[in-house]
């Protein structure tokens, strides 16, 4: 089992950036793929982004391709997504997930299901 502390959350004007930050502990980091997901009130949980254990595969949802940016560092055990150019329909509660999987399949990678560790969540606002 991984546990995993999400944090960078807060109220931003659109057009402005934030940096989530995703704090793992547990069973290696290294070995698990993480994905990020988000949830507006009264939607489902969607992808947005997943990083292969190595990091050297990503994938997006197409709605944040070119403004979020996936990344993680092996040795701080965190996993990060800077998020620019943000909209309002951005506004969600953010949520980062582990899994155990280690292929690269982006199908798998971007189902919640594939995901067995989640943080707590935390709030991100863009204001019009």
């Known amino acids: 089992q991984v546990r995993l502390v999400d944090s960078g959350g807060g109220l931003v004007q659109a057009g402005g950036s934030l940096t989530l930050s995703c704090a793992a502990s547990?069973?290696?980091?290294?070995?698990?793929?993480m994905g990020w997901f988000r949830q507006a009130p009264g939607k489902e949980r969607e992808f947005v982004a997943a990083i292969s254990a190595s990091g050297g595969i990503t994938y997006y949802t197409d709605s944040v391709k070119g403004r979020f940016t996936i990344s993680r560092d092996i040795a701080k055990n965190t996993v990060y997504l800077r998020m620019n150019s943000l909209k309002p329909e951005d506004t969600a509660v953010y949520y980062c997930a582990a899994t155990t999987y280690g292929g690269s399949s982006r199908w798998l990678l971007s189902r919640p299901g594939t995901y067995g560790d989640w943080g707590q969540g935390t709030q991100v606002t863009v204001s019009s």
């Open positions: 547990g069973r290696t980091f290294s070995s698990s793929a």
